[in-house]
């Protein structure tokens, strides 16, 4: 069974502190996203990968980063955290490009204090 | 229906019955577009995509319709069942490539037993 493995489901940062998301894939793709889903305004692009230490712009990329050094990990920076990234962070892969079929984690909830 | 922009709406439906769900997508460019579905605290997953120079697709249980005159895509489960209960997203391509998506904000699906 194909998957793509958030390390931490739920987390509690404090206002400052850095923060890293984790997402592993076993399906070898090229291609891996980060997303954050927020009430009332669905699924936004953070950033994206389409190759070991590649990486390029999502939507809203201000306040993060993104690191990958393996082809099946790709992680999830935060180097400040804030109140305002609270929210729900979905990591996906994808094996090719001309198509649209993510295959998604199970989210990671990250709550700022 | 769902349309980017609006909050949640929602949909009760009867195990058993048809459901249709409704997306109006805003980017008379876009050419290809998918269904997610997403179960309470998991990641969303692929249901089905379509091309634009396709007006029907079929899949197990589910036909997704494309009418570009009116930039209107719906998806449509046949005899739903419990399982079928979750929020479904519709995205388009708006960013031009296939990867690139723009995801609507759901609609909840909730089938009565």
């Known amino acids: 069974d194909v998957k793509v493995t958030q390390s931490s489901r739920y987390l509690v940062k404090r206002t400052g502190e850095k923060v890293f998301l984790e997402c592993v894939q076993d399906m070898d793709h090229e291609n891996m996203f980060w997303y954050r889903q927020d009430p009332g305004l669905g699924l936004r692009l953070i950033y994206f990968s389409y190759d070991v230490k590649m990486k390029e712009k999502g939507d809203i990329p201000e306040g993060y980063s993104v690191s990958r050094e393996k082809k099946e990990r790709f992680s999830l920076i935060l180097e400040s955290a804030s109140t305002n990234q609270t929210s729900m962070y979905l990591c996906?892969?994808?094996?090719?490009?001309?198509?649209?079929?993510?295959?998604f984690g199970e989210g990671s909830r990250l709550t700022v204090l | 229906g769902e349309s980017v922009g609006l909050h949640l709406p929602t949909l009760s439906v009867q195990e058993g019955d048809n459901s249709i769900i409704n997306c109006a997508y805003s980017n008379s460019a876009s050419d290809y577009f998918i269904w997610y579905k997403q179960e309470s605290g998991k990641g969303p997953q692929f249901i089905i995509d379509?091309?634009?120079?396709?007006d029907k697709r079929q899949g197990q249980r589910v036909t997704v319709l494309l009418n570009k005159t009116v930039k209107h895509l719906s998806l449509q489960i046949a005899a739903t069942q419990p399982g079928d209960s979750a929020v479904y997203f519709c995205?388009?391509?708006?960013?031009?490539?296939?990867?690139?998506?723009?995801f609507g904000k759901g609609t909840l699906l909730t089938v009565n037993p």
């Open positions: 996906a892969s994808l094996k090719g490009l001309n198509t649209g079929e993510l295959f």
């Open positions: 379509i091309r634009s120079n396709m």
């Open positions: 995205a388009e391509n708006s960013g031009g490539s296939n990867y690139k998506l723009t």
